[in-house]
Structure formats: C-alpha cells, structure tokens
C-alpha cells in the first residue's frame, strides 16, 4: 500500500469486485447470505481463475498463466 489519497491502491481489487458483480451477482438473486457465498466461491473456484480470460494475463486464465510460469521457472 502506498500513502492515503492514491488512486492506484485498491484498482485490481475494484476491478475484480465490478466483473463479479456484473458477471455474477447483478444476474442471480439470493435468499441467504450463505447461498450467496456459495455461488461467489463457485464462480471465482471454477470460471474466475479457470476459464476466464485476462487482458492483464496476456488473455489467458489466471490458473493457465500461473502453469505457464512455472514450468518456465
């Protein structure tokens, strides 16, 4: 983290929390805060870090980047 007031800070995370929110929880409506939970695990579990692609990861998943980088460590 860097000093207070830099706009910089909390980007990625905004970034995550918006497609979640537009990709997920905008679509669903939820009865319980559990049921909620269960389907945020989920959606990040198995699409977030195994499917979807990432312009930030050269437009791959974040799970097939990591592999990527370490097999070539």
Not at 8 to 37: C, G, I, P, W
Request: aromatic content about 14%.
């Amino acid at each position: 983290m860097s000093r207070k007031g830099n706009c910089y800070d909390n980007a990625m995370v905004e970034s995550f929390f918006h497609t979640l929110k537009v990709e997920l929880v905008y679509r669903q409506k939820y009865s319980t805060r559990e049921e909620a939970r269960r389907s945020i695990e989920q959606y990040i579990m198995s699409f977030y870090n195994n499917k979807r692609l990432h312009s930030s990861l050269g437009y791959r998943s974040p799970v097939e980047f990591e592999n990527l980088h370490k097999s070539a460590a």
